[in-house]
């Protein structure tokens, strides 16, 4: 066989592998040449609550981020976590108008885009549930079907902690409700008793994570974790 012939043949042979490999990829959804999975080294968790209204917002935020980096010093995982507050952005021209506040929400989306999770603080906030930016927080990454972690710390907001409780439970303290009909407000309108913590959608998008509220920024952070190192 001639050197042009055989370089043909090997060509061919090796087109065929190639074409092979390819079909078994598709056929069953896993690569056909190397079926190690890759795993990502960095994954961001957007940082969601109601202290971007904190006096100092800033710091609370400082402060978030230096804990997740003691857990990573402390764990020493295969990876990195890497928290992404709101206030990370710089929004140019800032003002207290329309404009700025759509830029606002253009730059919480984009950080939430880049996020691989999110932990959210579901303290009650100016009433008796949670603050309605951080609940559209929570359901727009359940909406794009990442894991969403929570936890309840009041103290930043009220000097002491207390426990997440029961969502009726926490309105009949913080909202007037009616006296002679058991289970609504003074209004008539029925007040929401699941036996859980806040409304059942807020409750129900956290399915996606662990399943409940945890009692600490930081054990919602090590429950991240331990999901990540719980699918390699």
């Given at each position: 066989?001639?050197?042009?012939?055989?370089?043909?043949?090997?060509?061919?042979?090796?087109?065929?592998?190639?074409?092979?490999?390819?079909?078994?990829?598709?056929?069953?959804?896993?690569?056909?040449?190397?079926?190690?999975?890759?795993?990502?080294?960095?994954?961001?968790?957007?940082?969601?609550?109601?202290?971007?209204?904190?006096?100092?917002?800033?710091?609370?935020?400082?402060?978030?981020?230096?804990?997740?980096?003691?857990?990573?010093?402390?764990?020493?995982?295969?990876?990195?976590?890497?928290?992404?507050?709101?206030?990370?952005?710089?929004?140019?021209?800032?003002?207290?108008?329309?404009?700025?506040?759509?830029k606002i929400y253009h730059a919480n989306i984009d950080l939430m885009k880049k996020a691989d999770f999110i932990t959210a603080n579901m303290v009650r906030f100016r009433g008796p549930s949670m603050d309605v930016g951080t609940a559209?927080?929570?359901?727009?990454?359940?909406?794009?079907?990442?894991?969403?972690?929570?936890?309840?710390?009041?103290?930043?907001?009220?000097?002491?902690?207390?426990?997440?409780?029961?969502?009726?439970?926490?309105?009949?303290?913080?909202?007037?409700?009616?006296?002679?009909?058991?289970?609504?407000?003074?209004?008539?309108?029925?007040?929401?008793?699941?036996?859980?913590?806040?409304?059942?959608?807020?409750?129900?998008?956290?399915?996606?994570?662990?399943?409940?509220?945890?009692?600490?920024?930081?054990?919602?952070?090590?429950?991240?974790?331990?999901?990540?190192?719980?699918?390699?």
């Open positions: 066989m001639s050197l042009n012939k055989h370089v043909r043949l090997m060509r061919t042979i090796f087109s065929i592998v190639l074409i092979a490999c390819l079909l078994q990829s598709c056929a069953t959804g896993k690569p056909g040449v190397n079926t190690t999975p890759i795993h990502q080294s960095t994954y961001y968790i957007y940082l969601a609550g109601p202290e971007v209204f904190l006096p100092d917002p800033i710091a609370a935020g400082v402060n978030k981020k230096a804990t997740i980096e003691r857990l990573n010093q402390e764990n020493e995982w295969p990876f990195r976590l890497v928290g992404l507050y709101p206030m990370d952005n710089e929004i140019e021209n800032f003002a207290p108008d329309f404009a700025t506040g759509m559209f927080e929570m359901g727009y990454m359940a909406g794009l079907d990442k894991p969403v972690f929570a936890y309840y710390d009041a103290k930043p907001f009220y000097g002491t902690a207390e426990k997440p409780g029961i969502y009726s439970e926490r309105v009949a303290r913080h909202y007037p409700v009616s006296k002679d009909k058991p289970g609504h407000d003074v209004h008539g309108q029925s007040i929401e008793n699941f036996q859980m913590a806040d409304n059942l959608m807020m409750i129900g998008s956290l399915e996606t994570g662990e399943g409940k509220i945890s009692d600490s920024f930081e054990t919602a952070i090590l429950k991240i974790a331990n999901s990540i190192n719980s699918a390699k």
